[in-house]
């Protein structure tokens, strides 16, 4: 949890930075690839876990992987060697990408289904989407077998369940009554 906490500290302060030099969109694309490039290999993500690993080893095996990014992100990578941090990027990361979202007006909703999400389902959950929402919204899909069928739809804290296992709970609860 203090980790979550300070991912979101570091998070703010990297956007608030990117934000006033006008360059929160790079930053967002290279923490995107950060995120993605940590959590995707699981050699790097131990690499930057191991605390036996000296920070400076760290910091140059990151400034090279990451060669490519905005001076803001570098910063990031500086920062982190300063106050030996490193274990937390990936979360700040994806931190980063969240307030980014949020900052832009756009809210993600989750969408879980039995199968992967059709066109024909997509524009189904879209229609659901407009009435808890009047954001831009950028779906997730979370295939799960075990909901049967139909799909439950999450957009902050609420929750629309239109699966199949959910209509089969309540049946049930019923029958027992």
């Known amino acids: ?11 703010k302060a990297i956007l608030d930075t990117a934000h006033d030099k006008g360059v929160s969109t790079e930053v967002n694309n290279d923490m995107l690839v950060i995120a993605s490039t940590i959590n995707g290999n699981a050699e790097l993500s131990t690499f930057i876990a191991n605390p036996t690993t000296r920070v400076e080893v760290k910091e140059s095996a990151l400034s090279e ?15 982190l060697l300063e106050n030996k941090r ?3 990027l990936s979360d700040i990361a994806t931190e980063y990408s969240k307030l980014f979202e ?15 999400l059709d066109d024909e389902m997509k524009a189904k959950v879209l229609s659901k989407i407009l009435t808890f929402s009047n954001k831009k919204v950028n779906i997730e899909n979370i295939v799960d077998p075990s909901i049967i069928g139909g799909f439950i739809l999450r957009i902050g804290d609420q929750q629309y369940n239109a699966s199949v296992a959910n209509r089969l709970q309540v049946l049930k609860r019923e029958l027992s009554n």
């Open 1 to 11: 949890m203090a980790g979550t906490r300070a991912a979101i500290r570091y998070a």
């Open 65 to 79: 992987i990451f060669a490519d990014v905005n001076p803001v992100s570098k910063s990031l990578l500086r920062l």
């Open 86 to 88: 490193f274990e937390i």
């Open 102 to 116: 949020e900052m832009n007006g756009v809210e993600v909703a989750t969408v879980t289904t039995a199968v992967p």
